[in-house]
């Protein structure tokens, strides 16, 4: 198909296909449970998944683009795929979690992962798609 290559199993199952442009990915298929789209850089750009095996995508992930006013770019993911993120993930920063609508940076502290609030660290963890803060 010109120049583009799809590379796929010949026999069942199957389920997983990969296109790709010039030796580069574009696209992936893994079978009917993800959707993934690569960047001009090769890095993964977007992903699309059914997380629960549903049938339901209800998961996704996308690299935002570098603005003038940026160090970093972020990915994004929205874990129930609600259309509120839930995590900003620093590609060479810092990491941000959704926490009753406010960005709030992530910092780990030996093996605990934590955001301040109110000018006191504390643990925070995802609960389902949603991060909370601990208890004290």
Do not use: C
């Not at 993964?44 to 603005?67: H, P, Q």
């Not at 406010?102 to 093996?111: A, M, Y």
């Amino acid at each position: 198909m010109g120049a583009y290559l799809v590379d796929g199993p010949s026999e069942g199952p199957y389920e997983d296909l990969v296109i790709s442009k010039n030796g580069r990915p574009l696209i992936g298929i893994t079978s009917d449970k993800e959707i993934t789209v690569f960047g001009e850089d090769g890095q993964v750009a977007l992903e699309v998944a059914d997380r629960n095996g549903d049938g339901v995508f209800d998961y996704i992930s996308y690299k935002t683009a570098v603005k003038e006013d940026q160090e970093h770019r972020f990915d994004i993911v929205d874990r129930d795929m609600d259309g509120e993120p839930d995590t900003k993930v620093g590609d060479g920063g810092p990491s941000f979690a959704n926490i009753d609508g406010r960005w709030l940076p992530l910092e780990r502290r030996g093996d605990v992962t934590g955001v301040i609030v109110d000018a006191e660290w504390r643990p925070a963890q995802l609960n389902g798609a949603r991060w909370q803060v601990l208890p004290r």
